[in-house]
């Protein structure tokens, strides 16, 4: 990325002043949703920091309803245009990861927010 990125530290229970509205295209919440309590102010914040077209990948494990997950998406007004739920591979190497993917998989969600923009 070099130049064309810039590392920002914040937290994801206030406001995300650093980044300007309709800026990024892609932001990317790997692992880290089910540290928040309360979504809404965050998703609110991610979709205000997307531009026009611009999508969010989550990555989340499920630490609360799955419909949680899905409603919380909706009511910040994004469209689900993608949802994986990984399985362990044959032969996967890490048996501790495997055995956690069985008992308790993750889920994968890209959301849109281009639809918002127009509503
Ligand atoms: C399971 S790690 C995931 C790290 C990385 N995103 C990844 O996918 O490998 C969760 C991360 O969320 C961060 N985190 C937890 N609560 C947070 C908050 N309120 N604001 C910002 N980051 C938070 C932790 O510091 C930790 O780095």
Redesign the pocket.
């Known amino acids: 990325m070099g130049a064309r990125a810039r590392y920002e530290?914040?937290?994801?229970?206030e406001p995300l002043t650093m980044v300007p509205s309709a800026s990024a295209d892609v932001v990317v919440?790997?692992?880290?949703l089910h540290?928040?309590a309360d979504w809404g102010p965050l998703l609110a914040e991610l979709r205000r920091c997307l531009k026009p077209g611009g999508v969010t990948v989550t990555?989340q494990m499920y630490r609360r309803p799955v419909s949680a997950v899905f409603t919380s998406l909706l009511e910040a007004g994004f469209l689900i245009d993608a949802v994986e739920e990984p399985q362990p591979t044959p032969g996967m190497e890490d048996t501790k990861l495997a055995e956690i993917l069985r008992a308790q998989p993750g889920v994968f969600v890209r959301a849109g927010g281009a639809l918002v923009s127009c509503a």
Do not use: G, I, K
Request: hydrophobic share 60%; no cysteine.
């Open positions: 530290t914040a937290d994801l229970n919440a790997s692992l880290v540290y928040v990555v």
